[in-house]
Each structure stands twice: as C-alpha cells, then as structure tokens.
C-alpha cells in the first residue's frame, strides 16, 4: 500500500466505487473519528466562537455575573448578622448549604469519571468530550468547596481547619469525617486541575501558533513552551496515565467521605452502611447529567455541530441509563433495610415520605431519577434528540438535588426524641446564595470557554489519524485501532 | 565546528521514517534529531529509540513523600496534640488509613505534574527551533548537524516530500518575556505567602473581635440581652441552699469511679487534661487556665460545691447539664475525688 508523500494525513482515501462511496459517506456523518477535515479547518472550528460575542452571551453574562454578586453580598449579610438570618434552627442544624455542598461535589464526580475512566478503557466517543467534562468537575468543586464555608458562620475562620503550627497550638483533630473531607477535596480539586491543565498543553500551544498579540502572549505562557517532541508526549503521556489510575479512587473516595459525614452519626436516615457507594453512584447520576446539560448548551451555543455528534450524546444516554438503573439499585438497598427493621424514628421518617409532607419530593424524585429515563432512554432515537436529553438531565439534576434535600434537612427533621422534630423553614438568604452557586458554576464555565478550547483537539486529531475503516465482505467496517 | 539546525515539515509519517533513515545513514545519531507533531506519534511508526522518561520514578517518590505527608497529618498530629475522642484511641488505624490514602494520592498526582514540568523543562525560556505549521497538522523532523552537512540534510528532506524547510541559525535564544511572567508569579506567590504568615501568626494584628466568647449572643428569635440591675442575684439552674445537695449523691465504689473516669474522658479531659491537672493541649488559650482539679483549693470544695459548677459552669467552663445527667456528675465527681494529691 502505497501511501504518497505529499498528501496530508486527513485527506481521505479515493472509494473505489459509487456504493463504496456512499458507504464512507455514512461513516463521516456519523463518526467524528471517521471524518477528519484539516486541522487548521476544526481549530478555525474551536476558536471562531471564541472570539466573536454575540449580544446574547454578553446578556447572559451580565445576568449570571449580577447573581453571583447578589450571592456575595448575601453572604456578607449573613456573615454580619449571623447565621440566625437562614433558616438553620434546631433539630435542622444542616440544610441547604449542605445540600449544595453534596450536589455540587457530586455534579464534581462525572468530569474526571468520563475523562479518567474512559481514558483508561479506551472509550472512542470521549474524546471531543473529555474537557467539556473535566471543567464542569473544576468549576464545581470549586463552587462546592465554599459551602462549608459559606455554612461556617464565622467564615473567615476557616483556616483553622488546615493542619499548620499555629499560634492557638491546636492541630486540627482527624478522627473527624469533616477533615477527612477536607484532605479528600483538596486532593481532588487540585489534582483534577492539573489533571485538565495537562491534557491542555497542545491545545493551548496550537492557541498560541493561531493567534496574534496579547492572545498570543497569553497562550505563550500558558503552554510552557510545548512543541509537540516525542519527550513531550511521551512525558505528557505517563503524567496523564498516572493520573488516570491515580484519580479514580480519589474520585471514588471523595463522594465515600462526603457520605461518611453523614453515616458516621447515629441519625434516623443516615446511619447506613450503603451510603458510600450509593453517594458515589448517585454523584457519577447527577454529573452525567450535568455534563449532557453542558455539551448540549455548548453545542447550541457555540456552534460546535462539527465535534459533538449524535455519537457521543448517545454514548452519553446510555451511560446517564446504566448510572439510572445502579442508582435504583442502591437507592433500594438504601430504602429496604430500615423499612424492614420498622425502628420507631425510621418508620416516622419513611411515613413522611410516602404520605406525609415530604411525599412530593419523594414521589418527583423517583420519577426523574427512575421512571423516566427508564422509560424514556432505551431508545437511541430520544438518546440522540437534544431536546429530550436535555429535558432528561434536567430533570435527573432535579431529582438528585431532591434527594439531597429528602437526605439532609427532611431526614434531620425526625430524630429518636419527638420533642426535637420539626420542618426546615426555607429563607430569603440561603436562596440567593443557592441561586448565585448554581450561577458561579455557569458563570466561570463561559467565561473559561472564552478563553480556552473547550474541544481537546488534539485528541480528536490523534483519533482521526489512527481511526480507517476496512472492507469486511461487503461492506466496510471502522477499524478499531488505538496505539498503545 | 559550528552547528546549524533544520526543520523539516512534512505530510506523512512514513516520509519523515524515510527522511530518518537516510540522516542516521549520513552519520546523525538520534539524539540530534527531535520529531515534532500535533498528536502523539509512536516511536514505532518513525522507527526512532523509545523516549525515555522518569516521571513514573518522579511520581513514585511522590508517592513516598505522600505516605509520609499522610503520616504526619495522622499520627504526627495526635502524638502533638493527644485528644481523646469519640472513644477512640489516640492513634486509630482506620481513620489513619484514610488520610494516608487521600496523602499518598495527593503526592503521586502532584509529583507526576512536576515531574512532567521538570521532564519537559517547562516553562522553557529558550527558544528552540519550530514552526506553527507543526499544530496544523504537519510533522516536523529538527536535525542539528554540523553546517558541512547542511545541504545534504536539505536534498534528503525534498527527496522525501518535504512541504518546507525552516532554516534557524540564531537558535537558542531566551524569551525574557516567558522568564519575565513565571519570575514575577513565584514573586507573587511567596509575597503572598508571608504576607498571610504575618496575619496567621498574628504578627499583625486586626482589632476585630472574632471569638465567640468575646462577642455578645443572642439567640433565635430573642432580643438583645438587658444588662441585669445591680442588686439582683442572678439565679438560673440549682443554688446552694444550706449544704444540701441539689440531687441525691451517688455513693462512691469503685462502679461510680469507673463510670466518672469514663464520662471525665468524654466531657472534661479536652479542657482540664489527661489527668486532671489542668494541662491539657488547649490550656494556654483560656485565661484563667482550667483549674487544676488535683489542687488543694478544688478538693477542699464540697461535693456540692463541685456538683454545682459541673451543673452551672463557673468562669470560662461551660455549664455540662446538657451531657452529664445527675447521676453521671456524681460519679465524676466521686472519680475526680480518687485524684486527691
């Protein structure tokens, strides 16, 4: 096979005959891997968006800018005034800034599991996806790790959680959840930061070889003097599969401790061996979610129809299935085994559920975390309609912010000493600060957006070199093949 | 023997194998010639020695070092500072396995980027020999030789199908700019450091009263605190009444010991100290100190006297009627009375 010298990588192979060359032309619409056009082509793709702001963005901007302001003097309000302006009273000592806390970690969990997990399984359909999904884990455990915070009080106190000789000669003790927490976080956040940023270098050096003056600066520096040798890659290449084994326990271990600050108490509702991994699958449920919700935002938005293909966002729907059904799996272990041992405060909490003042909550939960995209996802028609994922992720991020809600104030509501029950009263302040969160997240996504390839070209690049297809009989079939 | 550098674009993997073997047959070793590319190329498909890198090495120390981190965080700390809690002894595995965990984890990823930094000597303040047209797609094949051969590295690139030739004399010059940015970010970074050391250390200190205990406390739905008038006798819980206890006591044995040296652990220990001496690692933050409860001037007090204070609280200690039930305050006070110097 005779390859000839001057012809690029990406241009494809002549078909030899009118049915060949329909059946090729099928692979390329379907198969981003299978259609590659030039590169400076797709960068022109990455980038176009980049830089031309529509009225549209700068509207939505302002808007998400104006709450995340509204969210900051919220909390200084209720830093000056104290934490008696929420809603938090006895027995509802944690509530909804718990459950952003929870959430937000969780919707944490999808980016590295699709970028890290499908790496290491060699899944094809992550490649134009990873980063969408990597960001979507910064930005929100970065939104998440306030909360504690924001919960404090006192929140400018919040050092005293690090371990550092210090002048009050108090070390911070670690037989406690809540700095196993601490450890957990800070471990995730910053590794997944890097784990992003590395993945990034080429990207960002094909950012600096297409732009001119301050740009060009600014992604001279970013990229560190990345040329694309065969040491850089290959020292890219251990770098990411270190982190590739190394983040995916973290991942899991995160979303374990998070449950653990709430199995370790002797709580109607939390005391529960199965809350580890039933947190972690819930976590990967709302961040899958939540990853559908961005990728088909920036689809729309930015005009990205090249790279995010029906493909990958029904790749997506099966996997948003596959959590859906794990998800009700644990959930039942979850429910069956105090439902059974019928002790006094359990039987209460469960009453409420099911016919009690939390029954809306629980019924809307198991509907948009099972009966629909059980109903609704075994389809490739509705995985690959945007309109319905969207929809559907939705209404998933829904119900397991839901869920959180039913874990945390509605199961504090009831404890063993009927004296001590009561309702969480929802205010003014807690609101708007969950408001500002859910608009911090959006709000630092499109600006990164603006900034940096949220495509990791590169990836989509090497894809395309090593992805042909090959004749089997009739028909002509893609060839898997990825180098090792 | 001055040496030039070559840039070589080329289509296809195959041309820039070809173009490598007629430059090592010319006498080049492969050391004096880098590929560059926008994906990752195998060394297999160019025919070129395997790189070779030490960042898993890097990341295994990292790794070490993570152990040791986790070691210190865990057990280090609770040999500095041995607080008792929640019934577990000062140094519990398990949660220790936990941290050391997060720890090593921590250290491996870590040391991994650096190593990849280090590896890679990024940030690179030299300017090496390149061209954009690398990241559009092109595979570039940099040969340094020596200027005789110059030529001779030329015809071979056209020979195999090079689309151009950069030709770069004054390599190895440094980007002041790029040295310039990381320079001032370290600055940056270890101003900000001590300039945060100076407020955590107090060092500096900001007239603002952050301590719970220094600032007035009003409840949920309570007003502001009124200020009682000078001859009142402010009453809450029990008072002494001509000696007579507020509860029955609860006779001492050694069952009543045993239980108050447990319920000590739980409840006293954090402020007065492992064996009651008033020493205790969060000591020197209250002023008065918490009393010395083996002292002559505690143990002269009656029990009654004590079993008040334990129910009221007294100074800065905290009235305990919440976690200690009558009983229970009997038996610490007939264990606290076992302390007696």
Known sequence: MAVSKDVPLWQQPVPESAEEAAQMEHHRRVRLTLDPVAPVQAQQMIMEPMRRQTLRFYVIFVILFGLVIT?????????????????????????????????FIGIGHAGTFISAALRALKVEYRRPISRAAEIVTVFALATAGTFPIIHLGRSWKFYWLLPYPNERQIWPSYHSPLLWDLTAILTYLSCSILFAYIAMLPDLAMLRDRSTG?????????????????????????????????????MFSVHTIVSWDFAMALQPGWHSTVFGPYFVIGALFSGAGAVILALILLKKTLHLDYFLRDEHFNGMGIFLLLLSMAWAYFYFNDYLAPWYGKAPADVVLYNQLSHGYAAPFWYTMLFANIVLPWATLWSRKIRTNLGAMFFIALMVNVGMYIERVIIIPISLGVNELPYDWGRYPLRLPETLITIGAFSLVGFLYILFTRFFPIIPYWEVFEGQIVHKVQRIGKALIPARSEPD | M????????????????????????????????????????????????KPKGRVGRIALFGALFGVALGLFLSVG????????????????????????????????????????????????????????????????????????????????????????????????????????????????????????????????????????????????????????????????????????????????????????KVLFGYSCQVCHGPNADGKSPIAGFFNPPPADLTSPQVQQLTDQEIYLVITNGFGLMPSEAEVLGREERWDVINYIRTLKK
Not at chain 1, 76 to 96: F, I, N, S
Not at chain 2, 10 to 37: C, H, N, W
């Open chain 1, 214 to 250: 301050r740009w060009r600066l600014f992604y001279r520096i970013l990229a560190l003097g990345w040329r694309g040798s065969e040491q850089e890659w290959h020292n890219q290449e251990t770098a990411l599969n270190v982190f590739t084994y190394a983040i995916i326990p973290v």
């Open chain 1, 71 to 103: 969210e900051l003097i919220t909390w200084v309000y209720q830093m000056w005034w104290g934490l008696g302006v929420t809603g938090l009273t006895r027995p509802t000592m944690w509530a909804v800034y718990i459950v952003n806390f929870v959430y």
């Open chain 2, 2 to 49: 001055a040496e030039v550098q070559l840039l070589g674009l080329f289509y296809q993997p195959e041309s820039v194998a070809g173009a490598l073997d007629r430059l090592r047959a010319l006498g080049i070793t492969d050391d004096k010639m880098t590929v560059l590319s926008m994906a990752p190329y195998r060394p297999e498909m160019l025919g070129r020695p």
């Open chain 2, 77 to 260: 700390i609770w040999l500095l500072y041995p607080l008792h809690q929640g019934g577990q002894p000062v140094v519990p595995i398990p949660p220790t396995l936990i941290v050391l965990f997060e720890c090593t984890m921590l250290g491996t990823m870590w040391s991994s980027f650096f190593g990849m930094l280090g590896e890679n000597r990024f940030p690179k303040f030299r300017k090496t020999i390149y061209d954009p047209r690398i990241t559009e797609g092109f595979i570039g094949l940099a040969v340094e030789a020596d200027r005789s051969l110059s030529d001779n590295i030329e015809s071979i690139f056209w020979d195999h199908g090079a689309h151009d030739i950069v030709h770069d004399q004054a390599a190895e010059k440094t980007d002041p700019k790029q040295r310039a940015f990381w320079l001032s970010v370290g600055g940056v970074l270890i101003a900000l450091t001590v300039i945060l050391g100076l407020f955590v250390y107090d060092i500096i200190r900001i007239p603002f009263p952050t301590n719970m205990a220094n600032q007035e406390s009003i409840a949920y739905l309570q007003g502001p605190r009124l200020a009682a008038p000078p001859d009142a006798v402010p009453v809450q819980g029990p008072v002494l009444i001509d000696g007579q206890p507020a509860t029955d006591p609860v006779p001492s044995s050694p069952d009543s010991i045993q239980r108050g």
